[in-house]
């Protein structure tokens, strides 16, 4: 049995508050019986793409099993290489693949700069399912934006588009455990071209389902948003058959 960590939108912005959710959910971490086989995190680790806000994601995010990453459309891709990969700045796609003993993890970039919907770009789509390709076994593909609607209508008006595209790479590999995303700020489950999706929640916030309080807020009002609630993250169980079960904790939390 093999137990992924998954979280998703630190928004890091430079305050304390930010800064002490991301800070809970790691020493949630830390202080576990064994540590995980990885720690996944689905995007918007800042929350203004600057460089000091990654430097600070850099320093929180410090775990003894690898920490892989893939940006959200809160984070610029040039300062995200750099400091957070060791890459050299750029402005194309941020696609990293990684085995961790023998499960392929492909996490790819679904933003568009200066844009807060997801797309997924043909060289993204490519590269892909060359990968997937040339791995022997389990693999988890990761991005930030959902390529489903998941019943939140500000959230879904940016998810991502194109869909159809990437439905067809993933049919063609069978090994493909589950899709992990983040993006909707809620713990959640659903399937797209027969594998199962799971989304992480927001660690800086939650997000409200229509039929909650709140929920008609816009964005210019703090969106339909938590802001109250602990944070949480995912614990992915990879069984050795090629199922993905996954459990939400909620982590203690006082600030």
Known sequence: MRVFAHLSDLHLDGGERADARAAAVLDYLGNL???????LVTGDLADHGAPEEYRRAAELLEHPSPVLVCPGNHDARAPFREI???????????????????VLVALC????PGRDAGYLADETLVWLDEVLTAHEGPSLVAFHHPPVAVGIPLVDAIRQT?????AEVVTRHLGIAALLCGHVHTGAGTTFAGVPVRIAPGVVSGSLLPVEPGADRGWDEGGPLDHEGPPSLLLHVLHDDGR???HQRVVPFSG
């Open 33 to 39: 019986a064994r540590p995980v086989e990885a720690v």
């Open 244 to 246: 993905l079960t996954s």
């Open 109 to 112: 970039d679904s933003t568009i």
């Open 84 to 102: 957070l990969l060791g890459q050299p700045p750029g402005d194309e796609p941020v696609n990293v693949a990684t085995d961790v003993g023998g």
């Open 162 to 166: 194109g869909q159809d595209r990437l």
